[in-house]
């Protein structure tokens, strides 16, 4: 997420049309890990439920089903162009319990106090301020609400045998990242997180994916490609290095022998006290 009163940087992949078939390439494989869950943490009809940084809305959309009838979603993203795709699909959809907002992750604009459970998935690693935005969400929260933040660290990408272009990845990555003052490794600092945020127990999955085939295997490839212009101007890589490393990526999409292990994605949820 991007916001213009905070001294983030603006977000560094696509939106709206341009992101939309790798953001259902991202819900493919990761919505289900999410969907397990929430629906294990107790998802049910009646509940209000927030959902910040929710692009073009697709997890948002699974999630009305599950609090139908009676109860709300709504969705919030910096990206116009992300709502605009959420609105339409919502529509086509029929879906009547779940709207959307234009906010940012430190001042969503929510009311206080009114949500039975507030989630983000891939959000705090796009935010310099990752404790701002958990402080934001946990007053959303009614006492004994539901707050589940998932996110991945770099950590978790490699290859085996080890290729140069997930070698590089990693390394322009952190560059970028750093650049815009991000936190590569935010995932596995979750707990932490939320304990600093007065949660006192929560609780803690982990998730990695592991292909040998198929389109989701071409994920970094195709994000690679996205976040160009700003891997350009944190001289993290050059045109021409990005051209030979996303050609590789390719090449190794198509060999079913190279094991990629896509992420590490560390799950936390917990009840406000």
């Known amino acids: 997420m991007q916001n213009g009163h905070h001294p983030d940087k603006p977000y560094m992949l696509a939106t709206g049309e341009r992101a939309a078939s790798r953001l259902d390439l991202l819900e493919r494989m990761f919505g289900p890990a999410t969907r397990h869950l929430l629906s294990a943490i107790g998802l049910r009809s009646g509940m209000r439920v927030a959902e910040i940084g929710c692009g073009i809305g697709l997890t948002a959309q699974w999630v009305s089903t599950g609090v139908s009838p009676g109860g709300v979603v709504v969705g919030v993203d910096s990206s116009s162009e992300q709502l605009h795709i959420a609105e339409k699909s919502a529509r086509e959809a029929g879906t009547t319990s779940l709207s959307f907002r234009e906010g940012n992750a430190y001042e969503t604009g929510l009311p206080r106090n009114s949500f039975d459970l507030v989630y983000s998935r891939f959000l705090l690693c796009h935010l310099a301020d990752p404790a701002k935005a958990l402080e934001e969400m946990n007053s959303l929260l009614k006492r004994g609400g539901i707050l589940v933040c998932e996110d991945h660290d770099d950590g978790g990408i490699f290859t085996e045998p080890p290729t140069h272009a997930y070698k590089r990845l990693i ?35 982990v998730n990695q994916i592991a ?29 021409d290095e990005l051209d030979v490393i996303c050609a590789e990526m390719r090449q190794i999409a198509q060999d079913e ?17």
């Open 257 to 273: 022998s190279i094991l990629l292990m896509l992420a590490r994605v560390t799950q936390v949820w917990a009840r406000k006290p």
């Open 171 to 205: 390394e322009i990555s952190e560059t970028v990242n750093r650049s815009h003052g991000l936190d590569s490794y935010i995932g596995l600092k979750l707990p932490r997180l939320f304990y600093a945020e007065g949660f006192s127990q929560p609780d803690v999955n």
């Open 211 to 239: 292909l040998l085939r198929g389109e989701e295997k071409r994920f970094w490839e195709l994000t690679l490609r996205e976040a160009a212009p700003a891997i350009l101007a944190a001289h993290a890589s050059s045109a």
